[in-house]
């Protein structure tokens, strides 16, 4: 079974940057892919980034919604089962609860992300950017 924890949220001002981390175990990591959402207040729960975690970490398959494109990059550091998420130019409206979360599928070329892909959550970290 496959468990995550996720940190480094906090408070950061408009412009800033933060990285979130996920840190996982478990057994056959190498079949999983690990993502990452974000819960606003009174908003549905929105895909950010996936990355696979098969083969070499420079490698991995990632994938990215609209929502992360041009300021989110998704990365993984095998040697600490850690994936992680840099956030840059952060907005007020980027202000959410950011969850990890893992499941077993395959990365195509047209995926789309969703969160019933992935069948096992952190608890979440909060993220306010305010000045």
């Known amino acids: 079974q496959l468990q995550l924890v996720e940190s480094g949220g906090g408070l950061v001002q408009p412009g800033g940057s933060l990285r979130l981390s996920c840190a996982f175990s478990?057994?056959?990591?190498?079949?999983?892919?690990i993502g990452w959402f974000r819960q606003a207040p009174e908003k549905e729960r929105e895909g950010i980034a996936c990355?696979?975690?098969?083969?070499?970490?420079?490698?991995?398959?990632?994938h990215y919604t609209d929502t992360a494109k041009g300021r989110f990059t998704i990365s993984r550091a095998d040697a600490k089962n850690t994936v992680y998420l840099q956030m840059r130019l952060l907005k007020s409206d980027d202000t959410a609860l950011y969850y990890c979360?893992?499941?077993?599928?395959?990365?195509?070329?047209?995926?789309?992300?969703?969160?019933?892909?992935?069948?096992?959550w952190g608890q979440g970290t909060q993220v306010t950017v305010s000045s």
């Open positions: 990355i696979s975690l098969s083969g070499l970490s420079g490698d991995a398959t990632t």
């Open positions: 478990g057994s056959t990591l190498d079949s999983y892919v």
């Open positions: 979360a893992a499941g077993l599928l395959h990365l195509g070329k047209n995926y789309a992300m969703w969160t019933g892909d992935f069948q096992t």
